[in-house]
Structures are given as C-alpha cells and as structure tokens.
C-alpha cells in the first residue's frame, strides 16, 4: 500500500458482550483511506459496518468495545486515546454524519450556532469570524439563502437541508476523514442524488477522504473510489469500484449483485441469496456466508477463508483503467492513482492462489 | 357493472367458501376495472387558527384504474401522497371528496355494516416488518386474525388454514406459536403478506414493502410477491419510491408529484421515453449499480420538494421544472393523452 | 454433531447446502424467566424487594400460624410490656401481642395494597382505553374528569368519602377505588393514542376487526407492561392512605389491626414505650419500599417505551 495513507485501520475487533455472549460485530477488519478519496463500505444490516465507524470514532458504548487491532490517523493509534484527546481528534480530524440528521441535531437551538459551537470547540476563533466561516460552509454545501438558515431551528428545515447543515458542520474543521453512516437512505431519490454530488465535489474540492458506509449498492457505484463489501463483521471483498462491479469475484458480491433489480432488463424472477443472515453469535464453523453460498465447497463448512489477492488482480486493475479511459478519460486518470494502491482482494477459497492479504 | 354481479359476490360471502378450493378466483385477463378512483381528494386538517384553518393536500383531483391481474406502481418521492391514496382506495382513510368504485360499485360513503363483505376482497402490506405486527401476539393468532373475524371459530380448521398459508410464505410451521421479534425483518415481511392473502382478496396495496429490507432479501420477498401473484390472480397496487423494484414488479406506473399525478403508463414505455419532466428527473437521480454510467455532471432537479400545506398554483411541478413557462405557474396541467399513456403537463417531453 | 454430519453429506453430494428460509437464526426469546434473570442480575434491590413482597404475603395468608398470639386477645396483666423473649415486640396498652398484630396487621394492608388498586386501574384503564381510542367528546369529558379528580388532594377526597360513608375496611376500598383511577387513565390513554396509530393496528382496521376487539386484542396487551410497573407503584401510595386515614381516625376502626391504627394508638406512649408506634411505622416503610424498588426494577425491564430499540 502506498505510504499516503490518512487512516489506517488495522485488523480492527469490535466485540458486544452481552448476556447471550460475546457478539464479534466487526471481526478483524482493515481498511485503508487514501487522501482526498470516497471509500465504500458496503453491506447488509448487522454486517458490522456501522460498528467500524463507531469504533473508529470512540463512539462505541457499553456493551461495546474495541478489543483488537489499532487505527492510526496519520500514523498516530487513536484507539487507546484518553476521552479529552478523542474529544481533540473527533469533529476536528475526523467527523461523522449520520442516517438521520434530525436525531443528531439539538431541536433547541439553532442550527447556524450549532455549527459554529462545532468551530468554536476546536479552534480559536471570534464569535464573528466563527459565524462567517459558517456562512461560508453554508454556501458551500449549497444551503439556499444562509443568513437566514443560519437562524433556522432543524425542524424548519427539510431533510435534505438538515443533511447539508450535518455536512457542514462535519465539513466545518476541514476534518481529514469524515464518515458518512448512510447519509442519503432516509431522503428521496432526487435529493439524495443532490447529496451524493455535494460529497463528491466537497472530497475533490477540500481534499477530505470520505468512508461512506450504506447498503445501496448504486450509491456505491455512483461516487465511491474503493469498496469494501462487508458480511458478519468481516471484509469479504474490496476492490476498485471499478474492478468490483467489472468482476464481482465473492459468491456473496456476485449474489447482492444479481439480486438488485435493475433498470435496464426486464427480468421474471430476481436472483436471491437464500436465507439470512446468520447470528454473530453462532456463526458458521467455517466461512460465515457457507451456509447461503451456491458455490460452497466441502471445506468451506470447516475452514476459514482469508483474505486473498485475486490472482492478476494487478494486471485486471490494469485493464480496469483502460476501460475506464473509454468511458470518460478524465475519471480514468483520476482513478489511476487510487489503483496502484489497490488489491483486489476476496474471502474465499477459489482465490486460494493469490497471496494472503491478512492473518 | 363490470366482471361479476353483485348476486355473485354475495353468494361468495354468504359460502364463506373463500376459504376452500373454490375461493380460489379464475385468472383475470387483465382488461376489466377492478378498481377505478375518480377525482380524489384528500385533506388533513394542519392546525392553524379557528379563522384560517390550514389543510395538507395529500392527495388531489386523482383518477385512475386499477385492472384485474395487472401490478400498478405509485411511484414518487415521499409527501407525494402515494400513500394516502392507497389507504384511501380501501377506505383505511375516508376521501375528502370524490369516487371510488370497486367493480362498478361506488364504495365511498357506503355504510360499513355493508362494506365490510368487501373489505375482506382489499388487504394491505405494510412498510415496515417491524410495526405492522403485533409483539404481543403469536405468528399463529396474526396470521389467523382475518380467518377468526370471517367466522373461522373452529381453532383446528383454522390452524389448519393457517399452516398453509406460512407454507405458502416460506415460513416454517413449527414457527407457529413463536412471537414476531423473533424473526427478522424479511420473514416478518411474510408472515405480513401471509395475513393479507389469508382471506384470498382480489387487491393488495404493497405500501412499500420491501423499502426497510436488506437487498438480499428485498429480491426473495419481490419474487414471492410475484409468485403470489401468478397464483391466486392478484392485483397489486405497488407503492414505491424505488424506481428499479418498481421497473421490475410493475406492469404499469403511474409517477406522483405532490399529491398529484403527473404521468401513467405502461412501464417499459414509461422508462423507455418519460413524457413528464419530473419521470425524466426521477430516472436520472437513481444512483446506478454500475460505475460505468457515473458522469461527471448530473442532470439533477435542483431544490426541494415544496411543502404539500401550501402546494404551488397551477403546475405542482413548476418551482422545480427547468422547462417552466408562464402557463405552467398559472394554469393546472389538463391530461394529454399520448397512445395509451397520460401524462399531466403542459409541454410534454416528446 | 447431526449438523455437521449433515453439512458434510450435502457438501459431499456436491450441493451446497440451502438453509430453509425455517432453519435460519431466529432470535432468541425474550420469555417471561429471561426478563426475571435480567431484572435479578441488573437489579439487586428490586431482587430483595421481592423476596420481602413474598415473604410478606406469604406471612399475611398465613398470619394465624405464624403469630405467636391471637392478634386481638387481651391481656389487662400484660399491658404495656418492654419486648422480651415472650412478646418480641412488647405489648400494646390493651396487653395484645404487637408482634402478632403487625402480622396481622400485614394482612390488612396488603388487602387495602391490592383490592383497591386493582379495581381502580380497572376503571382507569378501560376508561383510558375509551379516551384514547375513540377521541373527540368521549376524550374530552373522560379526560376532564380525570383532571378533577387529578386537581383535589386524593386523600383530601378519600376523607371526604369516608366522612359521608362512615369508615370501616369496605368503605375505605370503595373510597381509594374512586379516587386513585385517574392516573391510571392518563397513562392509558397516551399509550393508546401511540399504540392507534402503530400499523399493525391499521392491519387489524384493515381486515375488518371489531373496534371493540383492536381495543382489547391489539392495543390492552401492548399496555400491560406499563400497567404492570404501574400497579406496583400504586399499591404502595394506597397502602399509606389507608395508613393515613386510619391515623386520622377515618379508616379502620379498633380492634382492627390496621397498622395506621396502631401508629397513632401508640402515640400516646412514644415517650415511655417507643416500640409501640415505631415498630408498625417500620412495617409501613418496608413493604412501601419494597413496592417501590420493585416497581422501578420491573420499570427498567418490562417497560417497552423507555427502552425502545
């Protein structure tokens, strides 16, 4: 991986005790975020992937907690941080939107002061000069009319401006990461395109990375740089945006894949996925998605998968390139740089060849 | 009057028979109106003063057919009253004004001693798994509840009945006596669907029903409800914002706007070429699963949705419609009929 | 051992295995032994609160067998006695046994604990029910009434009744019954105004269910929890207001062995024998504490709307 690395999460345990047991809701996660890039994390509910972003955040509660792995922001380990220092780096190195923005902000206040609480608790700074950098905020997330939004209480506000004002105030220390736990599920399909846009041109603008973390496969697609594709609380695949939906290589990204109906044919039946999801508390012996696999073997009932490199998986994102290059040269160039950090990488047996890319 | 009598549907209460074999319906051909709504309107009181109380427009001046055996998608952006008009349809809600007619017969304002033999013909599935269940009763009892209000008193006939149905669904029987949180979202979702096919109705409102699922389970429930569908001769009224779910259940889509429709047709004629800007804009925002078609500048609707209290004169459309006219701000849109579709605008894409 | 063996067979008949949408993870049960572990394990005060309540009942039902004395005989050579091996507790002016009239005294306080609350969270909750489910008029007198009888002091109101309908332990059910229902309403009432509108409710309007039956079958159910929590919390507050009543003379009448009585018999000796009022003051404070720990414990797990997911 290239040494320009601005989060670096290592083999990250996140388990919940609880009454019935120890729940591993994320079990040995890595993920790596390249400056200025959209990084996706992309799963089913209960798959973990919330629970990475609060990890990485300190934001996990009782019963909750991280027993394992380290992430370091810019080479500092921010996970054993004492509450003060947390308290330094989040919202100020790195900030989180969420689902739903009503919920995370006080109906009490204003949401122009509450933006600006935000700047004031992390930097030195007038009142004044505070209230003009929200303004400015304001403007760039694309807030219509800010002076008086400025003044505006949440609930006078629409759900696609309460997530801009959560944007804003997550955008507002120029924060190195931002997480974004599904940001657009809870807005319409117009707005969300609107949002998804904003967060792009905020990345490329401000150079912020962004992990992204939703269940639609589109958004996905639509903006991310790099995937990871998250089951029971392990990475299963990560690729390339890319390369991933080029070729899907995991049984399960090949299956979610197929399994969303798509625009452009007219299908009779979907592809499923049979079953559930299994309980984190008896997961399967072997690799977690053995039991609604189509392509399960006789070992992966009893084994564990790594994670493996596909193999070529250089010369494919090669090739990826160059068949981006057809679709819009410009998006190909700025992919590139991503690529020569990218592994393809799957939790399954069949890709046994490649190398180990973790354990 | 259209495909039966009323004599019919009488005799098919009074046999209560809905439950044996012969409550199974013929396969409709598609051409009859099962249900047609005409020009419905629905208002909710908002509060403001006793002088100028203030009303949502949930649902204005809406008319449209729903035919025997088709699946018809209300598709929109939330607050566009798509679902309000599907509770109005089977009178969970009662219209502010206008018509429903169900087989020819109006239904609004029917007295519900005499609408209740009809009721039993319209279920509904719910949005979310989570709250259409109640956490206090068995899968047995939810499931059975319909079958026990139609007169089934005998338990064993209806335990009977009621295992059917969850082999039907894809529920296991030995789940009988177990309580709905200990299911997950999808297999609720059938349990759900189990209760509405319980008396053998002729039309389901889905209102969002796989909205709250994981995608992989959103596909096992879609082709269920297509199985279903196939089998006992249903027709849906599927409510939807997920434009691709709905590209692949409906037959027909009729798009809303604010409580208004904009545009109705067929579903691949419709996707293929939308005649109404805001069909064009809907169809675009859909985040694509295939990176390929990300481009760099978005056609995107610009603004938000205006509040439904004080829905914009004339067009409902107009505040967000790049192609606004005069006419467009003045003047509420009449419908222009192009080969088999409707579209409400005055300047169709063409 | 048979799912691997299975697993094993099908992998070996070269299919994967497809898990019947039946065979996969359930949740588990939160069952009634489940919630009791948790309310033992979270809650060691509501834990011990229980055994109290249990015991305590368990001493009233059987107050004849464990009292060492006839709770009424009286005994003029024994009057007035400091507590020794033969009456633990001393003996009250009359010379009865104080031991044995707190015992029996539990009976009579457990009574007043739970007959009257029990019917007035009946009233309460059939009228909440009402009030919240049908709205408009019927919601508005109901409520009104409730605020009434919420805006007098309740044992203000309970004296008044008494006053008009003379005392005695009757009296004092059909006094507490009246007045302690409107609380019970309220909470109802909110319940039922959330729970009408929750879908599955909406199904049952949908396939036709009687209101009546939604009332009963769907929206009573979902209170239970909050009723339960309630009623626990509401048998202590009736047990001192017949504690209350009976000290100002109103509620039960001698010979009876109303702790409230024995309180304010006793007071007239605080100075020379102290036990006399302290002890069934004491019997007071634990079965109301015990009610009370009980209540926030069961609150803390049964209560759906404080922890909602």
Same mark, same amino acid.
């Given at each position: 991986m290239s040494e320009a690395i601005v989060l670096d999460i290592r083999n990250l345990r996140s388990h919940f005790f609880t009454a019935k047991g120890e729940v591993p809701a994320v079990d040995g996660v890595s993920i790596q975020v390249p400056p200025g890039k959209i990084i996706g994390i992309v799963g089913e509910s209960g798959c973990g992937k919330s629970m990475t972003a609060m990890s990485v955040m300190g934001l996990l509660r009782y019963p909750g907690r991280v027993v394992g792995g380290s992430i370091l922001l810019d080479g500092r380990d921010i996970t054993h941080l004492t509450k003060k220092e947390l308290s330094q780096v989040r919202g100020n190195e790195v900030s989180m939107i969420?689902?739903?923005?009503?919920?995370?902000?006080? @109906?009490?206040? !204003?949401?122009?002061?509450?933006?600006?609480?935000?700047?004031?608790? *992390?930097?030195?700074?007038?009142?004044?000069? #505070?209230?003009? $950098?929200?303004?400015?905020?304001?403007?760039?997330?694309?807030? @219509?009319? !800010?002076?008086?939004?400025? +003044?505006?209480?949440? *609930?006078?506000?629409?759900?696609?401006?309460?997530?801009?004002?959560?944007?804003?105030?997550?955008?507002?220390?120029?924060?190195?990461?931002?997480?974004?736990?599904?940001?657009?599920? #809870?807005?319409?399909? %117009?707005?969300?395109?609107?949002?998804?846009?904003?967060?792009?041109?905020?990345?490329?603008?401000?150079?912020?990375?962004?992990?992204?973390?939703?269940?639609?496969?589109?958004?996905?697609?639509?903006?991310?740089? +790099?995937? +990871?594709?998250? +089951? #029971?609380?392990?990475?299963?695949?990560?690729?390339?945006?890319?390369?991933?939906?080029?070729?899907?290589? *995991?049984?399960? %990204?090949?299956?979610?894949?197929?399994?969303? !109906?798509?625009?452009?044919?007219?299908?009779? $039946?979907?592809?499923?996925?049979?079953?559930?999801?299994?309980?984190?508390? *008896?997961?399967?012996?072997?690799?977690?998605?053995?039991?609604?696999?189509?392509?399960?073997?006789? $070992?992966?009932?009893?084994?564990? @998968?790594?994670?493996?490199?596909?193999a070529g998986s250089r010369e494919a994102a090669g090739q990826g390139a160059g068949c981006q290059g057809q679709a819009s040269q410009e998006v190909g160039s700025r992919e590139a740089g991503c690529l020569e950090a990218a592994s393809h990488g799957v939790r399954c047996f069949q890709y046994e060849g490649g190398g180990k890319l973790d354990e | 009057?259209?495909?039966?009598?009323?004599?019919?549907?009488?005799?098919?209460?009074?046999?209560?028979?809905?439950?044996?074999?012969?409550?199974?319906?013929?396969?409709?051909?598609?051409?009859?109106?099962?249900?047609?709504?005409?020009?419905?309107?629905?208002?909710?009181?908002?509060?403001?003063?006793?002088?100028?109380? =203030?009303?949502?427009?949930?649902?204005?001046?809406?008319?449209?057919?729903?035919?025997?055996?088709?699946?018809?998608?209300?598709?929109?952006?939330?607050?566009?009253?798509?679902?309000?008009?599907?509770?109005?349809?089977?009178?969970?809600?009662?219209?502010?004004?206008?018509?429903?007619?169900?087989?020819? =017969?109006?239904?609004?304002?029917?007295?519900?001693?005499?609408?209740?033999?009809?009721?039993?013909?319209?279920?509904?599935?719910? =949005?979310?798994?989570?709250?259409?269940?109640?956490?206090?009763?068995s899968v047995g009892e939810i499931i059975g509840e319909p079958l026990l209000t139609y007169g089934m008193k005998d338990r064993k006939e209806r335990e009977a009945r009621v295992r059917e149905l969850m082999q039907e669904v894809g529920i296991a029987q030995e789940f009988y006596n177990r309580y709905p949180h200990q299911f997950s979202g999808g297999q609720r979702q059938r349990i759900g669907i189990a209760r509405a096919i319980a008396l053998n109705p002729r039309l389901i409102i889905c209102d969002e029903p796989v909205s709250a699922l994981d995608v992989s389970i959103q596909s096992q429930v879609l082709n269920l409800l297509k199985d279903l569908q196939e089998r006992y001769g249903l027709t849906y009224l599927f409510i939807s914002h997920d434009l691709s779910v709905v590209k692949f259940i409906a037959d027909r889509v009729c798009v809303m706007f604010l409580g208004s429709v904009c545009e109705i047709g067929d579903t691949d004629e419709l996707y293929g070429k939308p005649l109404h800007p805001y069909t064009r804009f809907l169809l675009n925002a859909i985040p694509k699963a295939d990176p390929r078609l990300r481009s760099k500048e978005k056609e995107l609707l610009s603004g938000e949705i205006p509040s439904p209290v004080n829905p914009p004169p004339g067009c409902r459309f107009h505040t967000r419609c790049p192609y606004v006219k005069d006419i467009c701000r003045k003047e509420v849109p009449e419908c222009h009929k192009v080969g088999k579709r409707r579209v409400f605008c005055h300047f169709p894409l063409g | 051992m048979k799912d691997e063996r299975q697993e094993e067979m099908m992998a070996a008949a070269g299919t994967a295995p497809k898990p019947d949408i039946a065979e996969a993870q359930l949740g588990e049960a939160d069952t009634w032994m489940d919630k009791l572990r948790t309310l033992v394990r979270q809650n060691k005060m509501a834990a011990a609160s229980a055994v109290v309540i249990v015991l305590m009942i368990l001493v009233a039902v059987f107050a004849p067998w464990v009292a060492p004395y006839d709770h009424l005989a009286?005994?003029?050579?024994?009057?007035?006695?400091?507590?020794?091996?033969?009456?633990?507790?001393?003996?009250?002016?009359?010379?009865?046994?104080?031991?044995?009239?707190?015992?029996?005294?539990?009976?009579?306080?457990?009574?007043?604990?739970?007959?009257?609350?029990l019917i007035s969270m009946a009233i309460g909750t059939v009228l909440g029910l009402c009030a919240g489910f049908y709205g408009g008029k019927t919601d508005f007198i109901i409520m009104r009434l409730a605020d009434v009888m919420l805006a007098f002091p309740s044992l203000l109101l309970a004296m008044v009744v008494m006053y008009t309908m003379g005392g005695g332990l009757i009296n004092i059910f059909i006094a507490l019954s009246l007045v302690n229902w409107a609380g019970t309403a309220r909470i109802v009432r909110s319940h039922t105004l959330s729970l009408k509108e929750k879908e599955f409710v909406e199904a049952a309007r949908s396939i036709g269910v009687k209101k009546w039956t939604i009332m009963f079958r769907h929206i009573l159910p979902n209170c239970l929890p909050s009723l339960i929590v309630l009623f626990t919390l509401n048998i202590p507050s009736a047990i001192l207001s017949e504690a209350s009543l009976s000290f100002l003379g109103i509620g039960a009448q001698p010979p009876s062995a109303s702790w409230g009585l024995m309180v304010v018999r006793g007071k007239k000796y605080l100075f020379s024998e102290p036990w006399l009022s302290i002890a069934p003051s004491v019997a007071i404070m634990i079965v109301v504490l015990a009610f009370n720990f009980l209540g926030d414990g069961l609150r803390d797990v049964l209560d759906p709307y404080l922890k909602e997911q």
């Open positions: 969420f689902q739903e923005p009503m919920t995370s902000l006080n @109906p009490v206040y !204003p949401v122009g002061k509450q933006v600006r609480e935000a700047i004031l608790l *992390h930097q030195k700074m007038g009142k004044d000069e #505070a209230k003009a $950098r929200v303004l400015d905020i304001f403007c760039a997330v694309g807030i @219509p009319e !800010p002076e008086k939004r400025y +003044y505006s209480y949440p *609930h006078q506000l629409s759900g696609g401006l309460r997530q801009r004002v959560m944007i804003g105030m997550a955008m507002v220390c120029r924060p190195k990461v931002m997480i974004a736990d599904e940001p657009t599920t #809870a807005l319409d399909v %117009t707005i969300e395109a609107q949002i998804l846009q904003l967060m792009k041109k905020l990345c490329e603008e401000q150079g912020t990375s962004i992990i992204l973390i939703t269940h639609n496969m589109g958004v996905v697609a639509e903006v991310c740089d +790099y995937v +990871y594709v998250m +089951y #029971a609380g392990k990475v299963m695949e990560q690729a390339e945006t890319f390369a991933l939906f080029e070729k899907p290589s *995991h049984p399960y %990204t090949q299956g979610l894949l197929k399994s969303i !109906p798509k625009l452009d044919e007219k299908a009779e $039946r979907l592809y499923t996925i049979d079953g559930v999801v299994p309980n984190l508390l *008896h997961l399967p012996k072997g690799c977690s998605f053995c039991t609604r696999c189509d392509q399960a073997q006789k $070992r992966c009932f009893v084994e564990r @998968p790594c994670l493996y490199e596909t | 009057m259209s495909s039966r009598s009323r004599e019919e549907d009488m005799e098919r209460q009074r046999e209560g028979g809905a439950f044996s074999e012969n409550g199974i319906l013929p396969k409709p051909d598609g051409k009859k109106v099962l249900l047609e709504a005409r020009q419905l309107v629905k208002e909710f009181p908002a509060g403001g003063t006793r002088k100028k109380p =203030q009303v949502v427009h949930a649902v204005t001046d809406v008319s449209l057919k729903i035919y025997e055996g088709e699946t018809l998608a209300l598709v929109g952006e939330s607050g566009c009253g798509k679902s309000t008009l599907g509770r109005v349809l089977i009178r969970l809600l009662e219209p502010t004004s206008g018509g429903i007619l169900y087989q020819g =017969q109006e239904i609004v304002g029917m007295k519900e001693a005499e609408f209740a033999g009809l009721r039993r013909e319209m279920q509904i599935i719910f =949005q979310d798994p989570y709250a259409s269940l109640n956490p206090r009763m | 009286q005994s003029l050579t024994d009057r007035l006695q400091d507590p020794s091996a033969a009456h633990w507790l001393g003996t009250d002016e009359l010379g009865r046994d104080v031991y044995s009239r707190i015992i029996f005294g539990a009976r009579i306080s457990l009574t007043i604990g739970l007959v009257p609350t």
